[in-house]
C-alpha cells in the first residue's frame, strides 16, 4: 500500500548539534544533517516540526538568541515585522507552549503584554517529543509495508 510521509525525514536529529549545546538557532550555524541520498537544513526540520510559519519562526529565533524580555512593539521594531505580524506570531509561540507570556501593570491603569523565551531545554524536548512521534509512525508504516 502506498503511504505519504508529510513532515520532512527529520529523525536524524539524534546525532546532530541539535540535542548539544551547540544548537544552530542559537549560534547562527547551518546544520545540514544527512541522510541517504538527502540533507535536511535543521532549521527547516525546527520550523516543520513546530508548524511555524517564516515569521514566527524569525520571532523565535530572535528570542532563542536574545534572552530577555520583549514587548510586541520592540519586536516589531528589532524584526522590521507589522505589529500585527508579531501580535498573531508571538499568540501562536505562547499557544505552543514556546514562550512566556507575562504582563506589566501600567500606573494609570491597563497593562501591556511581554514575552520571553521558555527554557531553551524545553524547546528541545518538544521537537524532540515531536520528532519521535513522527519516526514511530514511520518505523510502523515500513513494518507495514
Request: aromatic residues 12%.
Amino acid at each position: 500500500s502506498e503511504f505519504v510521509i508529510q513532515i520532512p525525514a527529520m529523525f536524524f536529529l539524534k546525532g546532530s548539534k541539535f540535542l548539544g549545546k551547540n544548537f544552530s538557532l542559537l549560534n547562527g550555524e547551518k546544520t545540514m544533517i544527512d541522510f541517504a541520498c538527502k540533507k535536511f537544513d535543521l532549521e527547516e526540520i525546527v520550523k516543520c516540526s513546530l508548524g511555524l510559519s517564516k515569521s514566527e519562526f524569525r520571532i523565535l529565533k530572535f528570542l532563542i538568541a536574545n534572552d530577555n524580555r520583549y514587548m510586541t512593539e520592540e519586536l516589531s521594531d528589532r524584526l522590521g515585522l507589522d505589529k500585527s505580524t508579531i501580535q498573531r506570531g508571538v499568540k501562536k509561540l505562547h499557544q505552543k507552549g514556546l514562550v512566556v507570556r507575562g504582563q506589566i501593570n501600567q500606573s494609570k491603569g491597563g497593562y501591556v503584554f511581554y514575552y520571553r523565551i521558555k527554557e531553551k531545554d524545553q524547546i528541545r524536548h518538544i521537537i524532540i517529543d515531536i520528532v519521535e512521534g513522527w519516526t514511530k509512525g514511520v518505523k510502523r508504516e515500513i513494518l507495514n509495508w
